[in-house]
């Protein structure tokens, strides 16, 4: 039992200093408590404050839920040495004795011996309390005007360790807990939205332009000197999905569109969209990339390894009709609702063409890709073709790394990482 002596009655002095200190303790919790840090920390700060005050061994916040029914045990110290994940119970407050009463009236009580009192009759906290072998209990009901917030429940070891005026620094105290720990909670549920929203703001845009419209940029416009573009496109997917369900056409995008998302993560490179049943990525887009085009070349021999994997897996002919171009393009942010990243000039049109003009299953690619490509990988001369708006372009395609310069492909890791979902598990996954 933490010691907490009592002025003696008879002597008028003292218990006017004893009644002195415990307001400027008052004063130092109203002090303390800040609804400007995270609830957590609100909790140890009442906590600390407390201890100053009563004596107890062991304190615990349950807050409702939103609709004021159920109670979950949020924080306690001191901790298990272990804590779980899970809350350590969680109960409709409806079934409990005793609780909603106590809400409802406001007001803060006691408990002399926790020992001799009905398990049924007690709520989880305080079952969990005894069979720790505490003894004695306070009930402080924390509400908002308009709003139950939950409960404080303190614990002692000692039994008849909580004196009424004990409940009485409960009374006096319990608005100003209640209002920090809403609005502590209601901080928390704002920061929670902002963190959602960036997160859903990092899916849509690359990281360093999100940084940038954070900091107030208004237009975002660069000019990048060097960069490879990639066009993909599935083969005959108009007539592969002529005898799908509407469901199956997209369960099957969204496996391939998923797998090229995670070989862009691999290799930390950008998507930059995907048109229908075609996909669009860069390399050295938003930041410089020294061997963009080598690594460009990389993901699209790794695409075509997933063609071959899953189309076995899909039970399906999986083509893919790939082009690279490498040079200078434009990107910026456009949209004032829905935001896109987007990248413009001869590059993306060239790259396209690359991709619309290719191979079944191939790789195709200009000169300056080739130029980029030739002492490292293995390309075969196509010769000049016609590109409409260009006219003969002189092409090549990419068959693989020479001899020497093997490299270990990413959708090894992707496909058979046991530390990582494999596409296999994705696919039982959406299945079920």
Same mark, same amino acid.
């Not at 303390?32 to 609830?39: A, D, E, K, Q, Y």
């Not at 573009?229 to 002529?242: E, P, R, Y």
């Not at 200009?366 to 293995?378: C, G, H, I, Q, S």
């Given at each position: 039992?933490?010691?907490?002596?009592?002025?003696? *009655?008879?002597?008028?002095?003292?218990?006017?200093?004893?009644?002195?200190?415990?307001?400027?303790?008052?004063?130092?919790?109203?002090?303390?408590?800040?609804?400007?840090?995270?609830? &957590?920390?609100?909790?140890?700060?009442?906590?600390?404050?407390? #201890?100053?005050?009563?004596?107890?061994?062991? *304190?615990?916040?349950?807050?409702?839920?939103?609709?004021?029914?159920?109670?979950?045990?949020?924080?306690?110290?001191?901790?298990?040495?272990?804590?779980?994940?899970?809350?350590?119970?969680?109960?409709?407050?409806?079934?409990?004795?005793?609780?909603?009463?106590?809400?409802?009236?406001?007001?803060?009580?006691?408990?002399?011996?926790?020992?001799?009192?009905?398990?049924?009759?007690?709520?989880?906290?305080?079952? /969990?309390?005894?069979?720790?072998?505490?003894?004695?209990?306070?009930?402080? %009901?924390?509400?908002?005007?308009?709003?139950?917030?939950?409960?404080?429940?303190?614990?002692?070891?000692?039994?008849?360790?909580?004196?009424?005026?004990?409940?009485?620094?409960?009374?006096?105290?319990?608005?100003? /807990?209640?209002?920090?720990?809403?609005?502590?909670?209601?901080?928390?549920?704002?920061?929670?939205?902002?963190?959602?929203?960036?997160?859903?703001?990092?899916?849509?845009?690359?990281?360093?332009?999100?940084?940038?419209?954070?900091?107030?940029?208004?237009?975002?416009?660069?000019?990048?000197?060097?960069?490879?573009?990639?066009?993909?496109? *599935?083969?005959?997917?108009?007539?592969?999905?002529?005898?799908?369900?509407?469901?199956?056409?997209?369960?099957?995008?969204?496996?391939?569109?998923?797998?090229?998302?995670?070989?862009?993560?691999?290799?930390?490179?950008?998507?930059?969209?995907?048109?229908?049943?075609?996909?669009?990525?860069?390399?050295?887009?938003?930041?410089?990339?020294?061997?963009?085009?080598?690594?460009?070349?990389?993901?699209?021999?790794?695409?075509?390894? /997933?063609?071959?994997?899953?189309?076995? #897996?899909?039970?399906?002919?999986?083509?893919?009709?790939?082009?690279?171009?490498?040079?200078?393009?434009?990107?910026?942010?456009?949209?004032? #609702?829905?935001?896109?990243?987007?990248?413009?000039?001869?590059?993306?049109?060239?790259?396209?063409?690359?991709?619309?003009?290719?191979? %079944?299953?191939? *790789?195709?690619?200009?000169?300056?890709?080739?130029?980029?490509?030739? &002492?490292?990988?293995?390309?075969?001369?196509?010769?000049?073709?016609?590109?409409?708006?260009?006219?003969?372009?002189?092409?090549?395609?990419?068959?693989?790394?020479?001899?020497?310069?093997?490299?270990?492909?990413?959708?090894?890791?992707?496909?058979?990482?046991?530390?990582?979902?494999?596409?296999?598990?994705?696919?039982?996954?959406? &299945?079920?």
């Amino acid at each position: 039992m933490i010691e907490h002596s009592m002025p003696p *009655i008879a002597d008028l002095e003292q218990d006017i200093e004893h009644r002195f200190a415990g307001l400027r303790r008052l004063l130092e919790i109203t002090d303390r408590i800040n609804p400007g840090v995270l609830l &957590d920390e609100a909790f140890r700060q009442i906590d600390e404050a407390c #201890r100053k005050l009563i004596p107890y061994e062991r *304190i615990e916040f349950a807050l409702l839920d939103d609709r004021g029914e159920k109670l979950e045990c949020r924080w306690e110290c001191p901790a298990p040495a272990e804590p779980a994940e899970a809350p350590r119970y969680s109960e409709k407050i409806g079934l409990v004795g005793g609780l909603r009463e106590a809400l409802e009236s406001g007001e803060p009580r006691f408990i002399d011996d926790l020992q001799t009192a009905t398990p049924a009759t007690l709520p989880a906290a305080l079952r /969990l309390a005894a069979a720790e072998n505490m003894r004695s209990a306070m009930i402080c %009901p924390l509400s908002v005007p308009g709003k139950p917030v939950g409960f404080a429940f303190l614990f002692s070891r000692q039994p008849g360790a909580f004196e009424s005026q004990h409940v009485e620094i409960l009374r006096r105290i319990a608005g100003g /807990l209640s209002s920090a720990i809403a609005k502590g909670k209601l901080y928390e549920m704002v920061i929670q939205a902002q963190l959602d929203s960036e997160r859903l703001l990092r899916n849509v845009l690359p990281e360093p332009i999100v940084k940038r419209l954070k900091a107030g940029e208004q237009v975002i416009a660069d000019g990048i000197p060097e960069a490879t573009v990639v066009f993909v496109d *599935i083969v005959n997917f108009v007539h592969l999905s002529s005898s799908m369900s509407p469901s199956a056409v997209i369960i099957v995008l969204n496996r391939i569109f998923s797998a090229f998302d995670a070989l862009c993560e691999q290799y930390g490179v950008e998507k930059i969209k995907t048109i229908g049943d075609a996909y669009m990525l860069a390399t050295g887009v938003p930041n410089p990339l020294k061997d963009h085009v080598v690594v460009a070349a990389r993901i699209a021999l790794d695409m075509q390894e /997933l063609a071959r994997r899953l189309g076995t #897996r899909e039970e399906q002919s999986l083509n893919f009709r790939i082009g690279i171009h490498t040079g200078p393009v434009v990107a910026g942010v456009i949209g004032t #609702r829905k935001f896109s990243y987007d990248i413009w000039g001869d590059t993306v049109n060239l790259a396209s063409r690359m991709e619309a003009n290719g191979v %079944p299953g191939r *790789i195709h690619v200009t000169r300056a890709v080739y130029e980029k490509l030739k &002492d490292d990988f293995e390309l075969e001369a196509r010769g000049f073709i016609p590109v409409k708006g260009l006219g003969e372009v002189e092409t090549f395609f990419l068959n693989g790394p020479k001899q020497g310069n093997a490299y270990r492909s990413m959708v090894w890791s992707m496909l058979d990482s046991g530390g990582k979902e494999s596409l296999t598990d994705r696919r039982r996954s959406e &299945d079920s």
